[in-house]
């Protein structure tokens, strides 16, 4: 099902990178080769207790001489557009300013639920502080401290009771789709090719996201839908100024995508937000496929196969993914698309049997002795997959602080190369068994 969205908005230096750090941190796992885990990284998942979100902060832009200039008029209409919930930092330090209410305004103009989280609340002397933001006609004030940690229960507890519940889940055997990447890749180009011929239009509907269009089609009896989000773009060309908060639409296609495709321009190569665009769809754990468009204008004597390396030297976190190479404009390679996607769908959920994973984990363990790592050595007991989409495999161990992420990922190979999960990623956690 999708996850809601919320977003981080306020002026610079309120602390909302710090609160995004805290909010998503603790869920990352960081290893050599995870992806786009930069400075810049905007985006991410959170989670309190059970409920998962999508998390966006709109930090970044200064705002100069003007009060309320362009660019920060920009992040937070794209914030507004796209969030369920908003949260609007404010610093309780340096107290209320013309820039906060200039954001205020048009918070209380969008509808949208927004949760007034005044920062830099350290102690209880500074509660008071606080105070002066009910001006803002935004409700109560929560105080918090993105620093020590202090309010962030009660500001997950706010978060999660305003986030939608009305989430639907999958209920057909239709397979959902998107084109993902950065702006003016051919994205809606290659949808318009696959959607070509040999398909049989049901019907567009308004989907459950603003500004995005599921377009449900039939190939040879096999039922897809196309996220598309190229709605926003109409908005004007301010939204494509900003590159990376443009990256909030494929957010948000991704969420509610079965497979996601990480469109590459050949022309221009792989550049950073391509990166920033995967890294995401892999923390959402989605089927994927790498779709290199637009090679007929590729530099000359440019070789599919040179290319392809540079693709999984700079993308070693999708090494899982197929790598097709199409023109938008000619049409060629596009008859490949739907096939890897059905492929990396079916990899998605693809189950394995107890009794035959076990005997792959024994063997991975007699070839390959655990090495030793935090002053013990891991002893796997038993196996067992637990959930697909994507496919996710418990080892039940002496101590899982014992599992170092090269064995982890020793593992993972062993499985793909029992099993065909080609397009989908692996998630295998460890779980303490005496």
Not at 98 to 114: E, F, I, Q, T
Not at 249 to 265: F, G, K, N, P, W
Not at 326 to 334: L, M, N, R
Request: proline share 4%.
């Amino acid at each position: 099902m999708p996850l809601g969205l919320v977003a981080l908005v306020g002026s610079p230096n309120v602390g909302k990178s710090t609160i995004f750090n805290r909010l998503v941190g603790s869920r990352l796992s960081i290893v050599e080769d995870v992806p786009g885990v930069t400075r810049d990284r905007i985006y991410g998942v959170g989670q309190w207790l059970t409920k998962k979100f999508s998390l966006v902060d709109t930090g970044g832009v200064e705002i100069k001489n003007a009060p309320f200039q362009e660019e920060i008029r920009a992040q937070v209409q794209i914030a507004i557009d796209q969030a369920d919930v908003i949260v609007f930092v404010v610093d309780g330090k340096k107290g209320l300013s013309g820039d906060d209410r200039a954001v205020a305004k048009m918070l209380y103009k969008s509808n949208k639920p927004v949760i007034l989280a005044v920062n830099k609340i350290d102690n209880v002397e500074s509660v008071g502080n606080a105070s002066e933001f009910y001006s803002l006609g935004l409700g109560e004030p929560l105080c918090i401290s993105s620093s020590h940690g202090i309010g962030f229960g009660d500001l997950l507890d706010k978060i999660v009771k305003l986030l939608p519940t009305d989430d639907i889940e999958k209920t057909n055997d239709s397979i959902s789709f998107s084109f993902i990447g950065r702006p003016n890749v051919g994205k809606s180009s290659l949808t318009n090719a696959v959607l070509g011929e040999k398909r049989v239009i049901v019907n567009s509907l308004a989907g459950t996201t603003r500004d995005s269009i599921d377009t449900p089609f039939t190939i040879d009896n096999k039922h897809f839908v196309a996220i598309d989000t190229a709605g926003l773009v109409k908005k004007g060309k301010i939204y494509e100024s900003i590159d990376k908060f443009a990256s909030i639409r494929a957010l948000r296609a991704i969420d509610r995508s079965d497979v996601s495709i990480l469109v590459i321009d050949a022309s221009l190569g792989i550049l950073d937000q391509d990166r920033h665009v995967a890294g995401y769809a892999f923390e959402a754990h989605k089927g994927m496929v790498i779709v290199v468009n637009k090679w007929d204008e590729a530099p000359k004597g440019l070789m599919q196969t040179e290319f392809e390396k540079e693709i999984r030297s700079r993308f070693k976190f999708l090494d899982f993914a197929k790598i097709i190479f199409t023109s938008a404009k000619t049409g060629k390679g596009v008859e490949n698309i739907i096939p890897s996607v059905e492929e990396a769908y079916s990899s998605c959920c693809r189950r394995v049997p107890t009794s035959i994973l076990n005997e792959i984990i024994n063997e991975a363990q007699s070839l390959n002795p655990t090495p030793d790592f935090n002053h013990g050595r891991l002893n796997i007991k038993f196996a067992s997959q637990v959930s697909t989409n994507p496919p996710t495999f418990v080892m039940f161990c002496n101590n899982p602080k014992f599992a170092h992420f090269s064995y982890t990922r020793y593992l993972e190979n062993r499985l793909r190369e029992s099993f065909d999960f080609s397009g989908t990623p692996i998630n295998i956690v460890y779980r303490e068994r005496k």
